[in-house]
């Protein structure tokens, strides 16, 4: 005999479980008389649909895991902002970006020409995002980079910068949102210095990659003390970002007069270019890292950061919490464990007369407030994972590969603007649960390809569904 079910999950507010119990009833009554032709099928041939409803399927926690990978990811973030007013707390974006020449000063005169006098270096800037309060000046430091750092390895949101931070060699300011960024570099004593190296240094500097890069290993940009708190943090689109040198030199005839102005730029760009006439790839060894740290002291986090222990308490005998959240940048996310009951339901589907067969199982995940503002300061998408420090991910979001099907895989996770959830295919994963095959927690984080977005998602715990939809074989 073969029958198809479909089961629902349900850890509910008793609200959202009535409306979910009258659509069950509307459905149940419908006037429709759809068994037609039934009776003539063969029982081992006919179907049957069923909607059961389950409490308490998955519990929900917090966790902190702050190392996850945030280098090469094209953009750089930078500032601080005062997240959702006093649910998120606060945080301060900084980048250690590393730079060569696109440039180069004049070859037959090796270099910048005579008696060379340094005018003006800024930073520029290609802003694609703002979050937080752009209209207040942000005042950031930017320190030189020491210690060798290689294009392949993957270095993470909690990078020791302090091992790497050398002196202090400029300071810059901003203010604005979205747009063309170009801000004067004022250098330090050192800074001074810093520039006579960048001017004076052989011409096979210039032209070799490696041997710039001995000579300047990259820069650390950081706010500085003095900045606002409450301002904005920026993201800064990489390929279109980096500095802009002015050097002026001297005639060779007449020593005294200034012949010509040079302008020299630096990129900051961290991932590979192709040409889009011929293919050809350009490879950019420039190593980027992002880092956030954050702060929540006197927000609701702030407060569930010490009642979790550290949001570490997700033992078996912990309370789940009933409000949850997901943040960019290496925040907080939401931990969910399947619980015994959940797990051996679902291996119970099948007996010792039975096979079943997992068709589908379908997770929803509400937000706690869809109004416009939250929605458009949500996670875009959310990625399931099994290991959230190396970004190991389920079974059913093979991240890795979705590229080459065009999004065709089933996985989703995107939000629902419309009705305010996101929504995970999760079928494999429960079908190895129920088998023993995979471990009962989840991590809910960011999509891995913008895990360093600076977006917050305010979930509810208790209106998460799993809709299973299987199959029945009589032996």
């Known amino acids: 005999m073969v029958e198809t079910g479909i089961w629902m999950i ?253 302008v020299t730029y630096f990129s900051f760009r961290d991932t590979d270019a192709v040409d889009q006439m011929t293919g050809q790839v350009t490879e950019w060894d420039n190593v980027s890292v992002g880092m956030a740290e954050w702060d929540y002291s006197g927000s609701v986090l702030g407060e569930l950061e010490a009642r979790t222990n550290g949001f570490t308490d997700t033992l078996a005998t912990s309370e789940p919490l009933e409000t949850v959240y997901v943040q960019g940048m290496g925040g907080v996310g939401t931990y969910l464990r399947f619980t015994d009951s959940f797990v051996a339901t679902v291996s119970a589907l099948g007996d010792g007369d039975r096979d079943v067969l997992i068709n589908q199982a379908m997770m929803r995940i509400w937000l706690e407030d869809d109004g416009v503002d939250v929605l458009d300061s949500s996670v875009e998408r959310l990625g399931s994972y099994v290991d959230y420090r190396f970004l190991n991910p389920i079974p059913d979001y093979r991240y890795a590969v979705e590229s080459q099907y065009q999004g065709g895989l089933p996985y989703g996770g995107y939000l629902n603007r419309s009705r305010g959830y996101y929504e995970l295919d999760i079928t494999t994963y429960v079908q190895r649960l129920a088998a023993g095959k995979m471990p009962r927690a989840v991590y809910l984080g960011p999509e891995a390809f913008d895990v360093f977005c600076y977006e917050n998602s305010e979930l509810s715990g208790d209106d998460i569904t799993i809709r299973v939809t299987y199959t029945t074989i009589e032996r």
Request: glycine residues 10%.
């Open 10 to 262: 349900m850890r509910s507010s008793m609200m959202r479980f009535c409306s979910f119990f009258v659509v069950l009833l509307l459905w149940g009554c419908t006037e429709v008389d759809d068994r037609l032709g039934q009776s003539l099928l063969p029982d081992n041939q006919q179907m049957n649909i069923e909607v059961f409803t389950v409490g308490d399927g998955v519990e929900t926690f917090l966790y902190r895991q702050d190392s996850v990978p945030s280098s090469r990811m094209g953009s750089a973030y930078l500032g601080r902002m005062v997240d959702g007013g006093s649910v998120y707390g606060a945080r301060r974006a900084s980048a250690l970006l590393q730079f060569l020449p696109i440039t180069v000063p004049y070859e037959d005169v090796d270099g910048y020409g005579l008696r060379p006098i340094i005018d003006s270096l800024s930073i520029l800037l290609t802003v694609t995002e703002t979050g937080g309060n752009p209209d207040l000046v942000q005042s950031f430091d930017v320190y030189e980079v020491e210690g060798e750092l290689h294009r392949d390895s993957v270095y993470r949101a909690n990078f020791p910068v302090e091992d790497y931070r050398g002196e202090k060699l400029f300071e810059f300011s901003h203010r604005g949102g979205k747009g063309e960024v170009e801000a004067r570099l004022f250098p330090t004593a050192r800074g001074k210095e810093y520039l006579e190296r960048i001017v004076n240094s052989d011409w096979d500097v210039y032209t070799t990659d490696s041997l710039f890069r001995e000579e300047f290993n990259g820069l650390y940009v950081v706010p500085s003390e003095g900045s606002p708190r409450d301002g904005a943090v920026i993201r800064a689109d990489l390929s279109g970002s980096g500095m802009r040198l002015h050097v002026r030199n001297h005639d060779t005839l007449d020593q005294n007069a200034i012949y010509d102005t040079i």
